[in-house]
């Protein structure tokens, strides 16, 4: 394995970036900008490759997969949004390793893979990289909409979590938001804006195909490979990218004072027991709400559901951290 993995790493010759320029506000064009002027002071070959609209990434992805059949190496410059399209157009069993360089210093990925937060130095990590890790990912499935399934590097939601994150790119892609308020602090905002109106139904999972659990009042559930959602809103603190297991947390405080009590915990960090929140880890798990929710896959609209299904795919993501 480890002779493998030097080999690859060998062999690359060209590096691949795509951009999302729009990424953070308009700040992904301003990193690019950073990055680039480093490169053009170093030997590497590379290509850049500029998304417009959204779903170009993962275009991108799927392009040099077919282009490269040998190892190469694809960067994602952006949001966690840009990495979930990567992902999304990767044939995994490819020879392909990724890079990550976030555009935001609150990002989710970024903090789960504890990733510097200067750009530069997740560049200067790339180019000079001791060993990848072999990460996990997670796949949700549903009936309603197209594509029956969508990739999550992150986290997946269904309920009040994903209707913020559905709210915040609404707003951000017609007026995009004032710089000075960060995006953990307009997600938790949005939050309690909707939770005011928000009426929790009821539902159940089912957890690896042999547990099935009950809930009267569900506000939302989140699925995690990594710790953190919304920009560093910490709701599953036993996450592990690596581990080949999915953490669960739900929301099903018959209150929305306890709602907002754990929602502001989790902005604090303090992820934890308490009233109203349970955590559970598993492989796979079947979700089923009594009335249609919004759901999310890294941040991203994957419509509004009543089934989905999520599932780990351990270690197949390459990754240089």
Not at 85 to 112: C, H, Q, R, W, Y
Request: aromatic fraction near 10%; include cysteine.
């Amino acid at each position: 394995m480890l002779y493998f993995l030097v080999a690859v790493f060998l062999e690359v010759s060209m590096y691949h970036f795509i951009v999302n320029p729009r990424a953070s506000r308009g700040h992904g064009e301003k990193v690019w900008r950073k990055l680039e002027r480093y490169l053009q002071h170093t030997r590497v070959e590379y290509e850049v490759l500029m998304t417009r609209t959204p779903g170009d990434a993962k275009l991108f992805a799927r392009r040099l997969n077919k282009l490269n059949q040998g190892p190469h190496t694809i960067i994602a410059v952006g949001g966690c949004g840009t990495v979930n399209e990567v992902l999304d157009g990767l044939s995994i069993d490819a020879p392909v390793t990724l890079g990550f360089i976030p555009t935001d210093a609150g990002n989710d990925l970024a903090k789960g893979l504890r990733l510097p937060r200067n750009p530069v130095r997740c560049l200067q990590r790339i180019l000079n990289p001791e060993h990848p890790m072999w990460l996990d990912y997670g796949v949700l499935s549903y009936e309603k909409e197209e594509p029956r399934y969508r990739r999550f590097i992150v986290s997946s939601g269904i309920g009040l979590d994903a209707a913020v994150s559905y709210r915040l790119l609404e707003i951000q892609n017609k007026s995009g938001f004032r710089p000075w308020i960060p995006k953990r602090l307009a997600y938790l905002l949005l939050g309690i804006q909707i939770l005011l109106h928000w009426v929790p139904p009821k539902g159940y999972l089912i957890l690896d195909g042999t547990r099935k659990i009950e809930f009267n009042h569900i506000y939302f559930i989140s699925i995690h490979v990594h710790p953190y959602e919304g920009g560093g809103f910490r709701f599953a603190p036993m996450a592990d990218g690596a581990d080949g297991m999915l953490e669960m947390c739900v929301v099903h405080n018959s209150t929305k004072q306890g709602v907002l009590i754990s929602g502001i915990n989790a902005f604090l960090g303090k992820g934890g027991y308490r009233r109203g929140v349970r955590y559970y880890s598993c492989r796979e798990a079947w979700i089923h709400v009594d009335a249609p929710m919004m759901v999310h896959v890294d941040g991203e609209n994957a419509y509004s559901q009543t089934d989905i299904h999520v599932r780990c795919i351990e270690k197949k993501v390459r990754m240089i951290v």
